[in-house]
């Protein structure tokens, strides 16, 4: 059995058991694929290659311990032999294909020939079957009835999943095996296919959203998602493949996206929850994370460019996805202490990448051979990046809700202040022309009221210094004069703006209609409330309906041969003015020479969006005025 030691110059020494000896393959016992065991092949380890192929069976050969063959840091740093012999009983000659396992940077079959008295090896070259994916199968030619001893000589990838899993497989074959290597992983890989396509569309919609708002967190979460989505894309797609970009890659790339995209990560929380301004303390842990996950990426380049050996690498690397777990549970404990919805969104976001997380990185490291889909580490990842988007989404849902709550607010403050400036502005006018009624309306009485007073008083001097001569046309003067003070001292009422109200407007008909009949024959009565409400009342509904009640007395006077008027005000969510007299009625035969004055009434309530109804019965006459208050 082979046992790996350290020694003091660094390099691993094996020792040897002289017991050793591997069985020879009869390539005629199998038809399509042959994988070897323990018992067909010897190894050995070396730091470095052997320069001289001659020294290569000097070698400590060995069978390995390696459970499912799969090999530690300290083997995964230098070079693998191995030695096997195959047999050929046919009477052709054969080809097949080896396969070393994965992953394996370069692979060289070495012959061994008999010259003299040692053996000489021989180094084939490089025949690699033209095949997707064949860079690691090499072509092996085989010599009817012959025995050929064969070395391969091997040098894994630097990473800790290599795995020495050597196989002998026909050539029509050659694809077969490709599909079985990925067979037993092909429900994972359906679960991170469908996960890449959701991540291409988060891609697409944080990007639109960026262009169209212009908010960096969609930026980040774009990068964040790109990023993500191509790491697993790339280590389903490249799985057990061969290639120099996918030993790049398993090498260095793929931990160097994942720290990536974990900045920009951090830093999409960072704007997202507008942590500089709302959560100070916050973002100071989430800046010193950043600057920490930029370190590690210069630190862990140092080590791959500039240092030969894979244990540093693979310590470094799950020392820091350790502290990477511990960022996010440090913003779990900050996240739930937090009030807030959105915080907690992704605090639970983070818990749940925490706990897949951890699962994975315990398989990464304690996991010494590939188990079921449920042991496979990336599916664990699958899962914590699924939880993390559910966060995401259910987090902008909630802050798109509050930002459109924010916007309606924003929106009908700035309404309210448009409208408030409208009304200041139709206030400024209204006042304007309360202003400009009241200088019209005290005009008119100091002008022209004085100068009707005037006429009237003289008109009335001169019927008394003539009393002995009757003159029509002075006694017309004085009548005129009284009608036009009265007509003018309506006009200027109803153009004050103190009078713009419903009590006045009642007050102004009682004592209207009381001094109109006064010197008549007729008996008026005026009917209303006691108590009328305080209800505003501009000044052109007020004129109108006072000059409708005006037109009805007249008509009253002129026509009705009336004894008695009866005037009632009645308030219900309206204005309702009933004026009824006993007179002789009317017919429509007599109508036409009055007929204007009732299209004007009709004509004035209209106006006012009121209503106006004259009823003719025996017994008199009902006008009915109604507008609304």
Same mark, same amino acid.
Request: glycine share 6%.
């Given at each position: 059995?082979?046992?790996?030691?350290?020694?003091?110059?660094?390099?691993?020494?094996?020792?040897?058991?002289?017991?050793?000896?591997?069985?020879?393959?009869?390539?005629?016992?199998?038809?399509?694929?042959?994988?070897?065991?323990?018992?067909?092949?010897?190894?050995?380890?070396?730091?470095?290659?052997?320069?001289?192929?001659?020294?290569?069976?000097?070698?400590?050969?060995?069978? @390995?311990?390696?459970?499912?063959?799969?090999?530690?840091?300290? &083997?995964?740093?230098?070079?693998? #032999?191995?030695?096997?012999?195959?047999?050929?009983?046919?009477?052709?000659?054969?080809?097949?294909?080896?396969?070393?396992?994965?992953?394996?940077?370069?692979?060289?079959?070495?012959?061994?020939?008999?010259?003299?008295?040692?053996?000489?090896? =021989?180094?084939?070259?490089?025949?690699?079957?033209?095949?997707?994916?064949?860079?690691?199968?090499?072509?092996?030619?085989?010599?009817?009835?012959?025995?050929?001893?064969?070395?391969?000589?091997?040098?894994?990838?630097?990473?800790?999943?290599?795995?020495?899993?050597?196989?002998?497989?026909?050539?029509?074959?050659?694809?077969?095996?490709?599909?079985?290597?990925?067979?037993?992983?092909?429900?994972?890989?359906?679960?991170? #296919? &469908?996960?890449?396509?959701?991540?291409?569309?988060?891609?697409?919609?944080?990007?639109?959203? #960026?262009?169209?708002?212009?908010?960096?967190?969609?930026?980040?979460?774009?990068?964040?998602?790109?990023?993500?989505?191509?790491?697993?894309?790339?280590?389903?797609?490249?799985?057990?493949?061969?290639?120099?970009?996918?030993?790049?890659?398993?090498?260095?790339?793929?931990?160097?996206?994942?720290?990536?995209?974990?900045?920009?990560?951090?830093?999409?929380?960072?704007?997202?929850?507008?942590?500089?301004?709302?959560?100070?303390?916050?973002?100071?842990?989430?800046?010193?994370?950043?600057?920490?996950?930029?370190?590690?990426?210069?630190?862990?380049?140092?080590?791959?460019?500039?240092?030969?050996?894979?244990?540093?690498?693979?310590?470094?690397? !799950?020392?820091?996805?350790?502290? /990477?777990?511990?960022?996010?549970?440090?913003?779990?404990?900050?996240?739930?202490?937090?009030?807030?919805?959105?915080?907690?969104?992704?605090?639970?976001?983070?818990?749940?990448?925490?706990?897949?997380?951890?699962?994975?990185?315990?398989?990464?490291?304690?996991?010494?051979?590939?188990?079921?889909?449920?042991?496979?580490?990336?599916?664990?990842?699958?899962?914590?990046?699924?939880?993390?988007?559910?966060?995401?989404?259910?987090?902008?849902?909630?802050?798109?809700?509050?930002?459109?709550?924010?916007?309606?607010? @924003?929106?009908?403050?700035? !309404?309210?202040?448009?409208?408030?400036?409208?009304?200041?502005?139709?206030?400024?006018?209204?006042?304007?022309?309360?202003?400009?009624?009241?200088?019209?309306?005290?005009?008119?009485?100091?002008?022209?009221?004085?100068?009707?007073?005037?006429?009237?008083?003289?008109?009335?001097?001169?019927?008394?210094?003539?009393?002995? /001569?009757?003159?029509?046309?002075?006694?017309?003067?004085?009548?005129?004069?009284?009608?036009?003070?009265?007509?003018?001292?309506?006009?200027?009422?109803?153009?004050?703006?103190?009078?713009?109200?419903?009590?006045?407007?009642?007050? #102004?008909?009682?004592?209207?209609?009381?001094?109109?009949?006064?010197?008549?024959?007729?008996?008026?009565?005026?009917?209303?409330?006691?108590?009328?409400?305080?209800?505003?009342?501009?000044?052109?509904?007020?004129?109108?309906?006072?000059?409708?009640?005006?037109?009805?007395?007249?008509?009253?006077?002129?026509?009705?041969?009336?004894?008695?008027?009866? &005037?009632?005000?009645?308030? !219900?969510?309206?204005?309702?003015?009933?004026?009824?007299?006993?007179?002789?009625?009317?017919?429509?035969?007599?109508? =036409?020479?009055?007929? !204007?004055?009732?299209?004007?009434?009709?004509?004035?309530?209209?106006? &006012?969006?009121?209503?106006?109804?004259?009823?003719?019965?025996?017994?008199?006459?009902?006008?009915?005025?109604?507008?609304?208050?």
């Amino acid at each position: 059995m082979l046992i790996c030691m350290g020694t003091g110059s660094g390099r691993p020494a094996f020792s040897r058991n002289m017991n050793d000896t591997a069985s020879v393959i009869n390539i005629a016992s199998f038809y399509d694929i042959f994988k070897m065991e323990d018992e067909h092949y010897l190894a050995a380890f070396t730091a470095a290659p052997v320069s001289d192929p001659d020294k290569i069976p000097d070698l400590q050969f060995g069978k @390995i311990g390696l459970p499912e063959g799969m090999m530690d840091e300290n &083997i995964n740093t230098g070079f693998v #032999y191995i030695k096997f012999e195959l047999f050929n009983p046919a009477d052709n000659a054969e080809s097949l294909c080896f396969y070393p396992g994965y992953y394996f940077k370069s692979v060289h079959i070495l012959t061994e020939e008999e010259g003299g008295t040692t053996a000489m090896l =021989k180094m084939l070259p490089d025949s690699i079957p033209p095949i997707p994916g064949g860079k690691t199968y090499r072509v092996i030619y085989l010599p009817p009835h012959t025995v050929v001893k064969i070395y391969a000589e091997l040098q894994p990838v630097r990473i800790k999943a290599n795995k020495l899993s050597p196989e002998l497989i026909r050539i029509p074959f050659l694809h077969t095996h490709l599909t079985l290597m990925h067979e037993h992983n092909r429900s994972l890989e359906i679960v991170t #296919y &469908i996960l890449v396509g959701i991540l291409c569309m988060m891609m697409l919609f944080a990007l639109a959203n #960026y262009i169209l708002s212009r908010k960096e967190e969609y930026l980040y979460y774009c990068l964040y998602a790109t990023l993500t989505g191509f790491l697993l894309f790339a280590k389903t797609y490249f799985y057990r493949s061969a290639g120099d970009f996918v030993y790049f890659f398993e090498e260095y790339l793929d931990f160097i996206i994942i720290l990536t995209a974990a900045i920009c990560y951090v830093t999409f929380v960072r704007y997202f929850l507008n942590t500089g301004n709302v959560y100070p303390m916050l973002d100071k842990i989430l800046k010193l994370i950043e600057a920490a996950y930029v370190s590690f990426i210069v630190i862990y380049s140092a080590i791959y460019f500039f240092t030969p050996g894979v244990k540093w690498l693979v310590t470094f690397e !799950n020392g820091i996805k350790i502290l /990477i777990l511990t960022g996010a549970l440090l913003f779990v404990i900050l996240g739930f202490r937090e009030k807030s919805v959105l915080v907690n969104y992704l605090a639970f976001g983070n818990l749940a990448m925490l706990i897949f997380g951890m699962i994975s990185l315990l398989i990464i490291i304690f996991a010494n051979t590939p188990g079921s889909t449920w042991g496979a580490a990336l599916l664990y990842y699958d899962l914590a990046v699924v939880s993390e988007l559910a966060c995401f989404l259910f987090g902008l849902t909630y802050k798109g809700r509050i930002e459109l709550i924010e916007r309606i607010k @924003i929106e009908d403050a700035r !309404n309210m202040e448009e409208n408030k400036k409208d009304f200041e502005k139709q206030l400024a006018v209204i006042q304007a022309q309360q202003e400009e009624r009241n200088r019209i309306s005290t005009d008119m009485h100091d002008e022209l009221g004085g100068g009707m007073t005037a006429i009237r008083l003289m008109s009335e001097l001169a019927k008394q210094r003539m009393r002995n /001569i009757h003159i029509p046309e002075i006694e017309r003067i004085s009548s005129s004069a009284n009608d036009l003070l009265s007509k003018m001292n309506a006009i200027i009422w109803s153009m004050s703006p103190g009078n713009d109200s419903l009590a006045n407007l009642i007050a #102004y008909i009682r004592s209207y209609a009381q001094d109109f009949f006064e010197n008549t024959a007729v008996q008026c009565e005026v009917k209303t409330k006691e108590n009328i409400p305080v209800i505003e009342m501009s000044g052109i509904k007020r004129r109108n309906i006072f000059l409708t009640v005006k037109e009805a007395l007249n008509n009253i006077v002129k026509h009705a041969k009336a004894t008695k008027v009866e &005037i009632l005000v009645e308030l !219900n969510g309206h204005l309702r003015i009933s004026i009824k007299d006993n007179g002789i009625g009317f017919d429509h035969e007599r109508v =036409k020479p009055f007929s !204007n004055g009732l299209h004007n009434m009709e004509k004035r309530m209209k106006s &006012i969006d009121g209503a106006f109804r004259l009823v003719n019965n025996p017994e008199g006459t009902l006008v009915e005025l109604e507008a609304g208050l």
